[in-house]
């Protein structure tokens, strides 16, 4: 009996440290989830008061709207500067990792933009490229070259985003890869180096196949973070830019909510995309165990 009391009470004790994870999944991911798919299957619209049942027709209508395989195809675009920020946070880590002279400075500067405020970097960018009196274009008038219209024309917009984006993650990708790097044993590198490597040859034997288990976990999380793009469209342009040419996927389903007051549109529009999503990240673990280093 007194065995049977211990164990209800050690029961009744795990509860109640997962009760308040369990119930911020519920409230805040598994109730919103089961609305979002009902309301999926229902006209709903904020200025109707009634919305009807209609099955999967707002799914047919999104893959029948040419807007939205723009804005799948300007989200995809919105991946590229990954491998970009990705290979100079790299660079940085190594030469902050060397210790040199003012690392620390340079790690402070690194990181700042990515803890701005990104309507502040936006204002900021938009500054510098502007066309009529940008920073960007003076520079590159000086050297005879006509600088683009880079705000209103949406595939140098795109471009600039992108070069925003890769600035802004630098300093933070740095900072994963640093850490990384400290966590490295030294003995490695000295027997590699007794062994007759060069830094080249030790950095392809030693450090990349260590530091692929943060390159993983770097790629995942920022793939995701870049196919969500949405402030720096809205802030950069007006419905997307000129014939929808910047607009992404959740810029697109927030205009449908918000915009158009299309509350069921956007929530299949939103449903599709977390698949999207999900799949990708499936697949991504998938062949993670074919390169990633789990260790011995």
Do not use: H
Request: include cysteine; charged fraction near 15%; proline fraction near 4%.
């Amino acid at each position: 009996m007194f065995k049977r009391n211990m164990k209800y009470k050690e029961r009744m004790a795990g509860l109640l440290f997962v009760m308040p994870s369990l119930l911020q999944f519920v409230f805040f991911f598994l109730l919103p989830l089961c609305l979002c798919i009902f309301a999926s299957m229902t006209d709903w619209n904020v200025l109707v008061r009634d919305k009807s049942f209609i099955g999967i027709k707002n799914f047919i209508e999104i893959f029948q709207d040419s807007k939205f395989w723009i804005a799948l195809r300007n989200t995809f675009y919105m991946l590229l500067p990954i491998p970009v920020y990705m290979t100079l946070g790299l660079l940085f880590a190594m030469a902050c990792d060397k210790k040199i002279k003012g690392d620390k400075l340079f790690r402070v500067l690194y990181y700042l933009p990515y803890i701005s405020s990104i309507v502040a970097l936006v204002l900021l960018w938009k500054w510098l490229f502007n066309s009529e009196f940008g920073l960007v274009n003076q520079v590159l008038g000086f050297f005879g070259i006509g600088g683009p219209n880079w705000l209103n024309d949406p595939v140098w917009t795109k471009r600039m985003i992108v070069i925003m984006i890769s600035w802004k993650m630098i300093g933070i990708t740095a900072i994963y890869f640093l850490a990384s790097l400290k966590n490295i044993p030294a003995p490695y590198y000295e027997a590699a180096t007794i062994d007759g490597a060069n830094s080249v040859q030790r950095f392809f034997k030693i450090t990349l196949p260590l530091l692929t288990p943060i390159i993983f976990y770097l790629l995942t999380v920022n793939i995701i973070g870049s196919l969500q793009t949405f402030i720096e469209v809205d802030l950069f342009t007006k419905d997307g830019g000129r014939n929808y040419g910047v607009a992404t996927i959740i810029y697109y389903i927030w205009q449908k909510a918000f915009n158009y007051s299309q509350m069921g549109y956007a929530c299949a529009a939103a449903i599709l995309f977390g698949v999207m999503i999900l799949l990708l990240t499936l697949i991504q673990f998938k062949i993670s165990n074919k390169w990633v280093y789990e260790g011995e």
